[in-house]
């Protein structure tokens, strides 16, 4: 399965559109979006109608192109599609001024505070904070609540909810709440009705956009899911592999230049056998087919044709032309299969259950119940799901209320677009002012945990400033690094620290990919785990009735464990941060990478710092640590890392040094990167 449809699969989320033609203003990394003056914006009006009469008809002015986020000009041979990359746009308004951030409103007073409470109740046998409160009954027109890692996010939704019932803004079928998982939504509804004892909408995007298209009476279309569209395209690509010569050949160049010298000479055979047993064959063709699947998804949701990526190419792909020719030279057999089976059975993708609701909203042929929609997860909203909701704005506004953290955005290989949550207030403006709130008080993690890693996910200034806390004021030690030059010391070190944790504690081992579960499989000499790497569910037969299991640190966002080894930190190609390359043409396709190297890097590590109610233990590579391990210890959290001594670290990549001697002669010392090839740095020994 692709990166995409694997997200898809687990989450019910859905990929980028093409957007329509007067498209909202968005930042990018690196452009800056002029504040607009009193008289640009257009506040809130009673109806749809005499909103959309104020409203340009076309994008004319400078500053929206200026923050169109990622469009380039295309035509598809089904339809004109406007998109617009942002490298082109972060150019030419290079000049302009930045969009300015929201303020967050104070809190209300004590004493309509106290009335609100009472009018709200207890929210699933609690008192909402002060905090929760003024979000809720403060709430605007357009509203973004900041609600950081274990501050409750979906209780304030649940208390919001009740708020409206109670003061009788709205009836239970006039309020929708939209999640990003069939789970959260399966749990938001129960714990709505347990609170309030009223059934309300909660439901996924895509759910929505299913029901939108089944309302315009195309209900008929089979629906294929991501399984189905990737075996269809997996096939494709080895049939061809296997029969075709010239695809052979070029799959072989896009794997590497290594198996191309080692194969490439026997692959112009017709009997020629496929090297199955070569892992790094295997390795890089499921990674070639993966990045081909994505890219196709990518193109669905954004109507754009393999002529039209092309196109976009020739324009936008840089020093990356050449590859992305190739690359497209290899994908568009396997796009003609996926729109060949789309067509066949008539059927509807994932990406038609949005682009589909929207074009229905947009011809009336669906029309919209709702006065108030909720989403959770605000940070993780893609452009086709921003799209729906403002066809449904623009069909007959409803009153936005949104909860989300910044710090905690990390899907943008899925369309996820960081912008949409930072430059809330300037995509919403045309509906009205809009009102931040945040609510920073945690019982999730303790202070020092708190500190840290706020600390660390703040170095990137773009973000909203939080300053999260714990209401205990207790001393607490909640960091510890744990060391190894060796996978065998850190393993051991693994294994000392569980040891010592209580029998029945519950714990999580976080990597940066699957295969850092290999630190604990191969380096089991004794025997002293049951690991099932399917399932990441391991057994410590000392203590059995322990709860431990694997995930990635993209899966784990939401839960919470007692304790956390965060098994990665480590430098290099698959350490935390990642340095393993972006296919360029997927690039194309993707909100731009932020200016700040590493920037959703840092923040996914900030998730795996923040899974933890107890202790969190970074398992350190001490002959290559990663670059987060040396701010951290330089600068954050030096004292967790006594027994740890880290190597000088490279000043010109954040690589580690390494001791090395100079040809024969044992007396001539010297530092070289670990970053090499990339980085050749050296330093002399004093």
Known sequence: MGLLSKFMNALGGEPP?????????????????PKPTQQQTTQHKSTAQSRQAQ???QPSQSSQLARSSYRAQTQTTARNTSVTTNRSRAQ????????QKLMPQPLLPADQIERMQNIIGKIEKHDLSDEQISAIAGAGHNTLVLAGAGTGKTTTIIGYIAWLLATKRAAPEEILILSFTKASAGDMSQRIMASTGKTIRACTFHSLGLEICRAATIANRPIIDGHTSNTVVRNTFEQLLSKNIGYRLLAFKLMSKELLGKYGKAAKSEDFQLPTDDYGFNQYKQNLIENAQTIIQHMRQNSIDIDGMRELNERSGGKNVGRNREMLQLIEPLYNAYISNFRTTHGIDFPGMITDAIRCIQRGAYRHPYKYVLIDEYQDMSRPRYELIRALREQSDFTLFCVGDDWQSIYRFAGSDIHLILDFAEIWRTWGPTRMFQITTTRRFRQSLIDAS???VMQDKSLYVKHLHNPSDKKDYSLKALGG?????RFDAIIEQLRKLPKT???LMLGRYKSDLNLLSRNDRDGLFQIDEHTGGIVFLEKPKMDIEFMTAHKSKGLQRDFVFLLCCSGGLK????????????GLLLPEVERMPHAEERRLFYVAMTRCRKKLFFVVDKSRPSRFIYELHDRICPNIFRGVKLPPQC?????????RHAGSDPSRKFYGCTGFPNCRFTQQCK
């Not at 350490?575 to 997927?586: D, H, K, T």
């Open 575 to 586: 350490g935390f941060p990642s340095a393993i390359p972006e296919e360029p043409l997927l």
């Open 485 to 489: 030059a060796t996978q065998e010391e």
């Open 17 to 33: 559109v093409s957007k329509p033609a007067t498209q909202p203003v968005l930042r990018t990394a690196q452009q800056n979006v």
């Open 92 to 99: 030419s308004h290079a000049n302009s001024q930045p969009a």
């Open 55 to 57: 409203q340009p008809t």
């Open 454 to 456: 706020g600390a660390f």
């Open 651 to 659: 000043p010109n990549c954040g690589e580690a040094l390494r001791l």
């Open 505 to 507: 504690a519950s714990v």
